[in-house]
């Protein structure tokens, strides 16, 4: 049975799994919100999604995923620009395996980057870089 | 009977027109069953009159394309007519409108998107209508 979370669960499986990722993200991959006290990690979140049908059934599942890494500006020998470029390595015209579909497509739709100031410290800035992600996965069963 | 959704909707074909089996991965038919008519308005007439001529059989499936569902494709491909089930809605499977036709397909493949089959059918022998009986 497809499980729209599966395919989440995969990307964060698929990045969180790498080790160059890792070594540069090293507080790991979370869906929305790392946990307090994270320096250096990366997010996956839904933007936007549609589903797709065909008589009786849905058959064609399409996301759009932001994936990002963030930094905290302070941290020493912080490199997310390598990071994005990982990121990008990772999941741009790459397979996901996921139960219940089969993989159509995984590619980026535009880049991101951004520089949030902390709301406590406004001293301290937040690198963001990455990119918003189309998934599209099909039923296998459809 | 009441107004059903067309999520419901089917296309079945037959090669030998026996057992219909249900083409996959279709979300669209249309039926064309007009019937033409001529003019045949005289000199004094108030408006036009016509009569009825022939009633057309023909019209479009269209879905995702589908490498498991080669049917539409092999149709195209072949001069020979297949049988046509196509029904609005299952959960009414007396209604359908059914016959031999003639398709054609046509892919359209996007660079951002799923790549779509649509198809055209002509009639190519009687077609069976639904009643309200």
Request: glycine share 10%; charged share 20%.
């Amino acid at each position: 049975m497809a499980d729209t979370s599966d395919i989440a669960s995969a990307l964060i499986a698929k990045l969180g799994s790498d080790a160059e990722l890792l070594s540069l993200c090293p507080n790991g991959v979370y869906w929305d919100e790392a946990p307090p006290g994270s320096t250096r990690f990366v997010i996956v979140a839904f933007i936007n999604a549609i589903d797709r049908g065909v008589f009786g059934r849905r058959a064609i599942e399409e996301g759009i995923y932001l994936v990002e890494a963030r930094m905290l500006s302070t941290v020493q020998g912080a490199n997310i620009k390598r990071a994005a470029a990982r990121i990008d390595e990772l999941l741009e015209d790459q397979p996901l395996t996921v139960a219940g579909y089969t993989w159509s497509t995984m590619h980026r739709l535009e880049p991101v980057r951004l520089t949030e100031v902390d709301e406590v410290d406004p001293s301290i800035r937040w690198n963001r870089r990455g990119g918003q992600y189309f998934i599209e996965m099909s039923h296998t069963d459809a | 009977m009441a107004i059903k959704t067309g999520r419901y909707g089917q296309v079945k074909w037959d090669a030998a027109g026996t057992t219909p089996v249900l083409l996959i991965s279709l979300n669209a038919w249309t039926g064309d069953f007009k019937t033409e008519m001529e003019d045949v308005t005289c000199f004094g007439d108030v408006n036009r009159v016509y009569i009825p001529g022939m009633k057309d059989a023909k019209g479009t499936i269209g879905g995702f394309w589908n490498s498991e569902e080669l049917a539409i494709i092999e149709a195209s491909d072949d001069d020979v007519p297949l049988f046509l089930e196509l029904t609005p809605n299952i959960n009414e499977p007396l209604f359908t409108f059914e016959g031999l036709a003639y398709v054609s397909a046509e892919l359209e493949v996007p660079v951002a998107g799923a790549p779509t089959i649509s198809g055209t059918f002509a009639g190519a022998g009687p077609w069976t209508l639904p009643t309200g009986t």
